[in-house]
């Protein structure tokens, strides 16, 4: 296979675009058909992308294209597109799950009367995704950013008459808005700095000059960005909210793909991070952010009984592990964690949008059990992701984790141990879910449960088998190592304490899960065990009081600002306006009376003056022609008499 | 003709032309205004004569007298119904016409007697007694007044058409 | 002896009368009078002037032709136009006839 189909890379965002367009342009009347326009579309980038990754496998040259865009004086900016091994895993990542994820939502969105711009939205972000993958520059990642960031609030919206539903889209826009300002400040620093977008010309200034200040400022910035993005901590909060929008979307946008752009960003620009050495400032933020944000939302996580907020949590929780996996000097670790976690996360989301979709809308665990008989196939795959997730070999999350934990002991032991009872939660409320969920019998019986149709089983079923065995690829000789990273770092050796320590983890969060949940299953809401832990429990359960403390420090006072800014604005800057109004008024007031008695009355004057002299020079026609002939007379004497005396 | 009759003729004249004027002017009756100016035409007439010109005299009492005071008379009586003795036949303009008369007849005397009889550089008598084939030669001969003339008898035609037009009654 | 001057003295006189009565007089065809007597004082001025200035050439006496002429045209137009006005108006007083008036 040649290189040459890597020349048309760039086809791969164009095919789900133009089925934006059809179905924008034609939605309403594909009705249904819109659903396959979608899947074809993102089918069609499927397969563009997968020869790519192919060649890229068997160690194509990364190929990277400029075009000119735009001169702005002497600045020359150009734009392009990459294709290089990261390029090549996320390509894969996004159009395989995605396709799977499509077909799915034709059966779980079906009878939505917004059928056709659902996958209207799903094509824009799956072209927004692909194009922020296989921008070779900041300008056109940074665009493919921002669209996901739409697609996502429009997604999260998607049920826009739901207010709740309203009030996550804008605070999840809002939020990750936030982080995107940061990303906009780096690339304008990289830009003033190095007078390029491009990713080869600064990443290479940053490697000759690896102490300046500026690349790491730059990166931290361009972390706050991925923060908002992936969902890390402090930014995290809008993620759980996002679970309002559409299961597929949650598992598509919020699971695999759109939230891992973050942990993408970092990894493109890893030059940047590394710049300061190993132990550079900027990977230490990277690192603990990614920590706290793992052990916190693992937290958050064993103390919901919402469906999807848990999957929601788990997903923070496994972002953080990525990021930590990128902060630790596990460039390699982090990213096969992201391909592994968007495998299973999406399985996992799905799974669940399968069980919401057969226990008609309802996302308490606390109402379900004993949906193992129901839905076999559906617990079936679950059960994989659940093991995938939780750790437990040889399913895919194993391994990428156990090479995250194996990195981070190395590096930095608080660390580790903070990533390790991050992973016995993770295993901990998984295996609470799943026993939630499936085991015992169901708590609410007035919901009738039914299995969901093949169209959402059969993706689950690929998912679970690619869950199952991806983590093989790292796993056995390193292969991933030779192909994700840029070769300088030592692929880290299988180290067995390691990985008898994470296995031991996730042993202990299972057993402990079941002892708690499994053995004898919860008959009763009121019998959780959990809430034993009294107080802590309430903090957990309310997300350790983020949300209130946001409102606190950020909202309130924001609000209270806006409102003296309007009050300012109302008082003063109106004033002014409205006193430079009166002013005029009264300035055009005294115009118009200098109008009115100068300018007329000169005006009217004259007029006067001219009728009066008619007034009084009318007498002079008397009407009485003797009377004229006198004058005339007169006027003839006059002459005559001047002719003859005063003329001499 | 000697100086004593020629000046009584020219004085006699005078007064009566000057006189049967006033009467013309201060008359309440009309007619009577008309009849005094028969005698003030007459009277012209007769000063014609003294001043040896015949023709003219002759003219003067044809026209004037035979034809524009009839034309006159014609004209009072057409107009009968609006005459009457006891109107008042002068305006308020006639304290005015006093002093326009006046005035006039003070500013010709000023200026005769102003140049000492000399105004027109004419002394003593004339001795030509002009005749009538004289003024035919004047009106009629070469390098005369032939073409005012002919433009004089076309005004008169001119006049007597638009008189007819402006006095006829409209029938309708 | 009578000379020129006695004659511009007559004729002013009458001229002067003709002046006041074409101010003075209210009735139309009075004001026509009137104009006819001044006609006759120039026309007195015309003929004295031929006899004692230009005895050989008559041409005051022409021009006291034409001057009856005109003066036999003018009183026939004013005569219509007097019955046209006393016609149409019915009223020949020239002050009454004031249409023209402010």
Same mark, same amino acid.
């Given at each position: 296979?040649?290189?040459?189909?890597?020349?048309?890379?760039?086809?791969?965002?164009?095919?789900?675009?133009?089925?934006?367009?059809?179905?924008?342009?034609?939605?309403?009347?594909?009705?249904?058909?819109?659903?396959?326009?979608?899947?074809?579309?993102?089918?069609?980038?499927?397969?563009?992308?997968?020869?790519?990754?192919?060649?890229?496998?068997?160690?194509?040259?990364?190929? @990277?294209?400029?075009? $000119?865009?735009?001169?702005?004086?002497?600045?020359?900016?150009?734009?392009?597109?990459?294709?290089?091994?990261?390029?090549?895993?996320?390509?894969?990542?996004?159009?395989?799950?995605?396709?799977?994820?499509?077909?799915?939502?034709?059966?779980?969105?079906?009878?939505?009367?917004?059928?056709?711009?659902?996958?209207?939205?799903?094509?824009?972000?799956?072209?927004?995704?692909?194009?922020?993958?296989?921008?070779?520059?900041?300008?056109?990642?940074?665009?493919?950013?921002?669209?996901?960031?739409?697609?996502?609030?429009?997604?999260?919206?998607?049920?826009?008459?739901?207010? @709740?539903?309203?009030?996550?889209?804008?605070?999840?826009?809002?939020?990750?808005?936030?982080?995107?300002?940061?990303?906009?400040?780096?690339?304008?620093?990289?830009?003033?700095?190095?007078?390029?977008?491009?990713?080869?010309?600064?990443? @290479?200034?940053?490697?000759?000059?690896? $102490?300046?200040?500026?690349?790491?400022?730059?990166?931290?910035?361009?972390?706050?960005?991925?923060?908002?993005?992936?969902?890390?901590?402090?930014?995290?909060?809008?993620?759980?909210?996002?679970?309002?929008?559409?299961?597929?979307?949650?598992?598509?946008?919020?699971?695999?793909?759109?939230?891992?752009?973050?942990?993408?960003?970092?990894?493109?620009?890893?030059?940047?991070?590394?710049?300061?050495?190993?132990?550079?400032?900027?990977?230490?933020?990277?690192?603990?952010?990614?920590?706290?944000?793992?052990?916190?939302?693992?937290?958050?996580?064993?103390?919901?009984?919402?469906?999807?907020?848990?999957?929601?949590?788990?997903?923070?929780?496994?972002?953080?592990?990525?990021?930590?996996?990128?902060?630790?000097?596990?460039?390699?670790?982090?990213?096969?964690?992201?391909?592994? $976690?968007?495998?299973?996360?999406?399985?996992?989301?799905?799974?669940?949008?399968?069980?919401?979709?057969?226990?008609?809308?309802?996302?308490?665990?606390?109402?379900?059990?004993?949906?193992?008989?129901?839905?076999?196939?559906?617990?079936?795959?679950?059960?994989?992701?659940?093991?995938?997730?939780?750790?437990?070999?040889?399913?895919?999350?194993?391994?990428?984790?156990?090479?995250?934990?194996?990195?981070?002991?190395?590096?930095?032991?608080?660390?580790?141990?903070?990533?390790?009872?991050?992973?016995?939660?993770?295993?901990?409320?998984?295996?609470?879910?799943?026993?939630?969920?499936?085991?015992?019998?169901?708590?609410?019986?007035?919901?009738?449960?039914?299995?969901?149709?093949?169209?959402?089983?059969?993706?689950?079923?690929?998912?679970?088998?690619?869950?199952?065995?991806?983590?093989?690829?790292?796993?056995?000789? $390193?292969?991933?190592?030779?192909?994700?990273?840029?070769?300088?770092?030592?692929?880290?050796?299988?180290?067995?304490?390691?990985?008898?320590?994470?296995?031991?983890?996730?042993?202990?969060?299972?057993?402990?899960?079941?002892?708690?949940?499994?053995?004898?299953?919860?008959?009763?809401?009121?019998?959780?065990?959990?809430?034993?832990?009294?107080?802590?429990?309430?903090?957990?359960?309310?997300?350790?009081?983020?949300?209130?403390?946001?409102?606190?420090?950020?909202?309130?006072?924001?609000?209270?600002?806006?409102?003296?800014?309007?009050?300012?604005?109302?008082?003063?800057?109106?004033?002014?306006?409205?006193?430079?109004?009166?002013?005029?008024?009264?300035?055009?007031?005294?115009?118009?009376?200098?109008?009115?008695?100068?300018?007329?009355?000169?005006?009217?004057?004259?007029?006067?003056?001219?009728?009066?002299?008619?007034?009084?020079?009318?007498?002079?026609?008397?009407?009485?022609?003797?009377?004229?002939?006198?004058?005339?007379?007169?006027?003839?004497?006059?002459?005559?008499?001047?002719?003859?005396?005063?003329?001499? | 003709?000697?100086?004593?009759?020629?000046?009584?003729?020219?004085?006699?004249?005078?007064?009566?032309?000057?006189?049967?004027?006033?009467?013309?002017?201060?008359?309440?009756?009309?007619?009577?205004?008309?009849?005094?100016?028969?005698?003030?035409?007459?009277?012209?007439?007769?000063?014609?004569?003294?001043?040896?010109?015949?023709?003219?005299?002759?003219?003067?009492?044809?026209?004037?007298?035979?034809?524009?005071?009839?034309?006159?008379?014609?004209?009072?009586?057409?107009?009968?119904?609006?005459?009457?003795?006891?109107?008042?036949?002068?305006?308020?303009?006639?304290?005015?016409?006093?002093?326009?008369?006046?005035?006039?007849?003070?500013?010709?005397?000023?200026?005769?007697?102003?140049?000492?009889?000399?105004?027109?550089?004419?002394?003593?008598?004339?001795?030509?007694?002009?005749?009538?084939?004289?003024?035919?030669?004047?009106?009629?001969?070469?390098?005369?007044?032939?073409?005012?003339?002919?433009?004089?008898?076309?005004?008169?035609?001119?006049?007597?058409?638009?008189?007819?037009?402006?006095?006829?009654?409209?029938?309708? | 002896?009578?000379?020129?001057?006695?004659?511009?003295?007559?004729?002013?006189?009458?001229?002067?009368?003709?002046?006041?009565?074409?101010?003075?007089?209210?009735?139309?065809?009075?004001?026509?009078?009137?104009?006819?007597?001044?006609?006759?004082?120039?026309?007195?001025?015309?003929?004295?002037?031929?006899?004692?200035?230009?005895?050989?050439?008559?041409?005051?006496?022409?021009?006291?032709?034409?001057?009856?002429?005109?003066?036999?045209?003018?009183?026939?137009?004013?005569?219509?136009?007097?019955?046209?006005?006393?016609?149409?108006?019915?009223?020949?007083?020239?002050?009454?006839?004031?249409?023209?008036?402010?």
């Amino acid at each position: 296979m040649s290189s040459g189909l890597l020349e048309y890379a760039w086809l791969i965002p164009v095919v789900p675009f133009i089925a934006f367009l059809i179905i924008v342009f034609c939605g309403h009347r594909l009705r249904n058909a819109s659903a396959y326009v979608a899947i074809g579309g993102m089918a069609g980038a499927f397969l563009l992308a997968f020869p790519c990754f192919l060649v890229m496998a068997r160690g194509a040259q990364p190929i @990277s294209h400029n075009f $000119h865009w735009i001169t702005l004086g002497n600045a020359r900016i150009d734009l392009g597109y990459q294709v290089d091994s990261l390029t090549a895993v996320m390509l894969m990542v996004v159009t395989f799950i995605g396709s799977l994820i499509f077909i799915y939502s034709s059966g779980y969105m079906e009878g939505d009367p917004g059928y056709h711009r659902f996958f209207a939205y799903l094509s824009l972000f799956a072209c927004a995704m692909l194009l922020l993958v296989l921008a070779n520059n900041f300008v056109m990642l940074y665009a493919g950013w921002e669209g996901v960031g739409l697609c996502s609030y429009l997604l999260i919206g998607f049920w826009f008459e739901k207010p @709740s539903a309203m009030r996550a889209a804008k605070k999840a826009f809002l939020v990750t808005r936030t982080g995107d300002c940061g990303l906009a400040l780096g690339i304008f620093l990289l830009y003033s700095k190095t007078g390029s977008v491009s990713f080869e010309p600064i990443f @290479s200034a940053a490697r000759e000059h690896p $102490h300046e200040i500026v690349f790491t400022i730059a990166a931290l910035l361009i972390f706050f960005g991925a923060v908002g993005k992936s969902a890390q901590f402090p930014l995290h909060v809008w993620l759980p909210d996002a679970m309002e929008g559409p299961t597929p979307v949650s598992a598509l946008i919020h699971a695999a793909t759109m939230v891992a752009a973050g942990v993408y960003l970092v990894a493109r620009s890893y030059a940047l991070f590394e710049a300061g050495g190993e132990h550079s400032i900027a990977l230490q933020v990277v690192a603990w952010i990614g920590v706290i944000t793992a052990f916190m939302a693992a937290t958050i996580a064993v103390a919901q009984n919402d469906i999807k907020r848990v999957l929601a949590y788990s997903t923070i929780s496994q972002l953080g592990f990525m990021m930590l996996g990128l902060g630790v000097g596990g460039y390699t670790a982090g990213v096969f964690h992201l391909m592994t $976690h968007a495998f299973f996360k999406a399985l996992l989301f799905l799974g669940s949008g399968s069980v919401i979709h057969g226990f008609h809308h309802e996302q308490d665990m606390m109402k379900m059990g004993g949906l193992k008989k129901v839905m076999p196939y559906t617990f079936a795959t679950y059960f994989i992701g659940y093991l995938a997730l939780a750790g437990v070999p040889p399913f895919a999350g194993f391994w990428s984790k156990d090479e995250i934990l194996h990195h981070a002991m190395m590096h930095n032991f608080p660390i580790f141990l903070l990533g390790a009872a991050a992973a016995f939660l993770t295993a901990f409320y998984m295996t609470r879910q799943m026993c939630l969920v499936f085991a015992g019998q169901q708590r609410d019986t007035h919901i009738h449960a039914h299995e969901s149709p093949a169209v959402m089983t059969v993706p689950l079923m690929v998912l679970a088998l690619f869950s199952a065995l991806i983590g093989l690829v790292g796993a056995t000789g $390193h292969s991933f190592h030779h192909f994700v990273h840029f070769g300088e770092e030592a692929p880290a050796p299988f180290s067995v304490p390691v990985a008898l320590v994470s296995l031991f983890v996730a042993g202990a969060g299972i057993g402990l899960g079941w002892s708690l949940y499994g053995k004898k299953p919860l008959a009763r809401p009121e019998d959780d065990p959990l809430l034993r832990l009294g107080k802590l429990y309430t903090f957990l359960e309310n997300k350790w009081y983020f949300d209130e403390v946001y409102d606190k420090i950020v909202i309130q006072p924001l609000l209270w600002i806006t409102r003296t800014l309007s009050r300012f604005d109302q008082k003063v800057i109106d004033g002014a306006v409205n006193l430079v109004g009166i002013l005029t008024i009264i300035f055009s007031r005294l115009h118009q009376l200098f109008d009115l008695y100068i300018v007329d009355g000169m005006v009217n004057l004259v007029g006067i003056v001219t009728r009066k002299i008619g007034v009084t020079g009318r007498y002079l026609q008397t009407g009485l022609v003797q009377g004229y002939l006198l004058v005339v007379y007169l006027g003839v004497v006059v002459l005559v008499v001047w002719q003859l005396y005063a003329a001499k | 003709m000697n100086g004593f009759w020629e000046q009584f003729t020219f004085y006699a004249l005078a007064v009566l032309v000057l006189g049967s004027a006033l009467m013309v002017v201060t008359l309440r009756n009309i007619v009577h205004c008309a009849f005094f100016l028969i005698m003030a035409f007459l009277g012209v007439a007769g000063l014609f004569v003294l001043l040896y010109a015949e023709f003219i005299a002759g003219v003067q009492v044809l026209i004037y007298v035979g034809a524009i005071t009839v034309l006159i008379l014609f004209a009072i009586m057409l107009t009968q119904k609006v005459l009457g003795v006891r109107l008042k036949q002068n305006n308020t303009l006639s304290p005015l016409g006093v002093v326009a008369g006046v005035s006039f007849f003070a500013l010709v005397g000023a200026i005769t007697f102003g140049s000492a009889g000399n105004l027109f550089g004419v002394h003593g008598e004339p001795t030509i007694a002009p005749r009538i084939t004289t003024i035919a030669e004047s009106l009629l001969g070469n390098g005369s007044y032939v073409l005012p003339f002919e433009i004089a008898s076309l005004l008169l035609l001119v006049a007597m058409v638009g008189a007819i037009v402006i006095a006829r009654e409209k029938d309708q | 002896m009578i000379t020129v001057n006695h004659y511009v003295l007559l004729s002013a006189a009458l001229f002067a009368i003709g002046i006041y009565g074409v101010v003075a007089r209210r009735n139309a065809v009075g004001v026509l009078m009137c104009v006819e007597l001044m006609l006759n004082a120039v026309n007195i001025n015309m003929i004295a002037f031929a006899r004692y200035v230009t005895p050989a050439r008559v041409t005051g006496q022409v021009f006291a032709v034409f001057i009856i002429t005109v003066a036999a045209a003018e009183v026939a137009i004013g005569l219509a136009l007097v019955i046209n006005l006393y016609r149409n108006m019915n009223k020949i007083n020239v002050d009454e006839v004031n249409l023209m008036k402010w």
